[in-house]
């Protein structure tokens, strides 16, 4: 016998409660959704207009940096002595056993091409910064592309620009320097919108070029290479190409520097790695940067797209190479190829979030923007000191060592003869040639792969007429940047003549011939 149909009220009194909790639960999920897209609608406008004032910030900037005729970080000055050598036609790559003795540490083609603009368009660090900037908007307007190509989403691409010239302030640093790195930077990234697009045997060109400006740019070729895996013959296929062209333009270099291409760019470039100097160096760039990171790495999360392979390798890889930032020297320079991989994850990551189906892809979007947000806000202080140096310091001269450099230089260039500092940029701004590198050639030095005699000797010879230091010659030696023996050959032959501008000045001793010629 069946059993009695349940009656209808009793079954709708059971179900009553379960029904009024779904609608409760409903209305509160939709609640928090509201709530989370207007908190993720106000971090995304937020960080539009942070990106928009930082950009402000960046003309600015970019606007007072460029005439400004002194340096605003080492190698300026030693990369415009080298271009100038390329405009005089002089050797790039001299033998480093007689003056001048200073390191052209990087591959040709940024000297080549700023010595020839400078036969044009004059004298000066205008040239290379014009060409650095030039780079650099090359670079960002590569990167929109590319992200927008991927992504099928322009906004995505605009972002990624935007985070690229804004994120850690990297990028507004060194765009306006006679620096090599941001033509470097913008080849690479050349490279890599060519194999986003499909186009890896043309991207072999831009590729090689960026490493016949500056030798470690080999993060973008790997992360081709590895994009391509595992299609082996394609793979290998354009690391061939890429090898014979380094090949072949290594050996040209080799044979019109007489030998010398491969010393100055590999063991004159290869300075020492310091645990502490690394320790020094990875604080500034996990504050800047341990957010932007986080927010890309997100994109690892999500399932790759055959186009995003690239950008994806060029991140991982960048990052294994971090590294580097314990070589002596090594600066904020050593992250723009991580901030630009960076950036275009976060365009890249952002568009998949808001494709993804609410509630996911609506939280999702909004934690990217919020964690956006705080990343920006990270570097405000930064680009409040921009503002300040571009509205009022720079207009009035520049403070510090570069306000000591402009006072003095026209002194010093009155001054006939040579000069030797320790200050390259010093000598740049007088008129004179860098005769000698302190820095690079201590190094060199301390670490036997180079004879001192040749400085030694000239030196002895009483060559310069003048020498500016920033300490003087009886300061503690690990103060300095000269070895003992280029202090003690420095005490014998020259005699001190007071301090200016915070430089301590020297003038050629009596020589020995003409001191005994005196009764």
Do not use: C
């Not at 930064?382 to 306000?403: H, K, T």
């Amino acid at each position: 016998m069946l059993p009695s149909a349940e009656p209808a009220g009793l079954l709708e009194a059971r179900i009553q409660p379960s029904l009024r909790r779904a609608r409760v639960w409903r209305e509160v999920e939709n609640q928090a959704l509201a709530v989370g897209r207007g908190a993720g609608t106000a971090s995304w406008v937020l960080v539009g207009i942070l990106i928009a004032a930082y950009l402000l910030a960046f003309a600015l900037s970019v606007k007072v940096r460029l005439p400004f005729p002194a340096e605003f970080t080492y190698g300026e000055a030693v990369v415009l002595d080298g271009a100038r050598r390329v405009a005089r036609d002089e050797l790039l790559y001299p033998p480093p056993d007689r003056l001048p003795l200073v390191v052209s540490a990087y591959m040709p083609l940024y000297y080549w091409m700023v010595g020839h603009l400078m036969r044009l368009f004059g004298d000066g660090y205008a040239v290379g910064r014009a060409l650095s900037l030039s780079a650099t908007l090359g670079a960002t307007a590569l990167l929109v592309w590319s992200v927008r190509r991927v992504s099928g989403q322009l906004w995505g691409g605009l972002l990624a620009g935007g985070l690229f010239l804004t994120q850690n302030m990297t990028v507004l640093l060194w765009a306006p320097l006679h620096r090599v790195d941001m033509l470097a930077l913008g080849f690479a990234l050349a490279g890599l919108s060519l194999a986003t697009a499909g186009r890896t045997h043309w991207a072999v060109l831009p590729l090689l070029a960026a490493l016949l400006t500056k030798q470690s740019y080999v993060v973008a070729p790997i992360a081709v290479a590895l994009a391509l895996w595992p299609r082996w013959r394609s793979s290998l296929g354009f690391a061939g190409l890429l090898g014979a062209g380094i090949l072949s333009a290594t050996g040209i270099a080799q044979a019109l520097s007489d030998g010398w291409f491969l010393w100055y760019t590999t063991v004159a470039n290869a300075n020492p790695m310091r645990l502490d100097y690394f320790l020094a160096q990875i604080y500034p760039f996990l504050h800047f940067n341990a957010l932007p990171l986080l927010a890309a790495g997100l994109m690892l999360l999500l399932p790759s797209q055959a186009a995003e392979k690239p950008w994806r390798w060029y991140f991982v890889v960048a990052l294994l190479t971090l590294s580097g930032i314990a070589k002596v020297g090594a600066s904020s320079n050593y992250w723009l190829e991580l901030t630009a991989a960076t950036s275009a994850l976060i365009g890249l990551v952002a568009v998949r979030l808001a494709a993804l189906p609410r509630p996911r892809g609506a939280w999702g979007h909004a934690g990217l923007g919020a964690l956006l947000l705080a990343s920006l806000l990270v570097v405000a202080p930064g680009y409040r000191a921009v503002v300040v140096e571009a509205g009022v310091i720079l207009p009035a001269g520049g403070a510090g060592s570069v306000a000591a450099q402009i006072a003095l230089a026209p002194a010093l260039a009155a001054v006939p003869g040579d000069l030797l500092t320790d200050d390259p940029s010093l000598a740049v701004a007088a008129g004179k040639p860098i005769l000698f590198e302190f820095v690079i050639f201590r190094l060199l030095a301390e670490q036997g792969l180079w004879d001192q005699r040749p400085i030694l000797e000239a030196i002895a010879a009483r060559r310069f007429e003048i020498v500016a230091l920033r300490m003087p010659l009886d300061a503690p030696l690990g103060d300095t940047e000269w070895t003992a023996g280029v202090r003690d050959a420095l005490v014998g032959a020259y005699a001190p003549a007071g301090r200016a501008a915070d430089r301590w000045l020297y003038r050629p001793r009596a020589t020995d011939v003409l001191a005994e010629a005196i009764p």
